[in-house]
Nanobody, 121 residues
Framework: QVQLVESGGGLVQPGGSLRLSCAAS????????MGWYRQAPGKGRELVAS???????NYADSVKGRFTISRDNAKNTVYLQMNSLNVEDTAVYYC???????????????WGQGTQVTVSS
């Protein structure tokens, strides 16, 4: 099996910063794309940012210029640096990874358990 463990959420004041981490472990041959999604109360889950195995990135318009996604392929870990946070960023943040568990095997999507980010004064 593959596990994704997130950390770094919490309570922060508007304008503050947080850094989320997500480490993939278990039987992994290679991790392809990784990303962060979020779900605010009463809303659907939305893509925040994604990063390919080669480092190409994609961001939601609402976070461009404020959030930065990065990864450490040696550690199968993805990070999300969040700056200039505002109340609209309050949500549960989920990590996602597309994993091939064996050579020439299928690629499957795995999810973390979610970490709460609350932006409030």
């Amino acid at each position: 099996q593959v596990q994704l463990v997130e950390s770094g959420g919490g309570l922060v004041q508007p304008g503050g910063s947080l850094r989320l981490s997500c480490a993939a472990s278990g039987r992994i041959y290679v991790v392809n794309g990784m990303g962060w999604y979020r779900q605010a109360p009463g809303k659907g889950r939305e893509l925040v940012a994604s990063i390919g195995s080669g480092g190409s990135t994609n961001y939601a318009d609402s976070v461009k210029g404020r959030f930065t996604i990065s990864r450490d392929n040696a550690k199968n870990t993805v990070y999300l640096q969040m700056n200039s946070l505002n109340v609209e960023d309050t949500a549960v943040y989920y990590c996602n990874a597309d994993v091939r568990r064996i050579s020439y095997g299928p690629i499957a999507a795995y999810w973390g358990q979610g970490t709460q980010v609350t932006v409030s004064s």
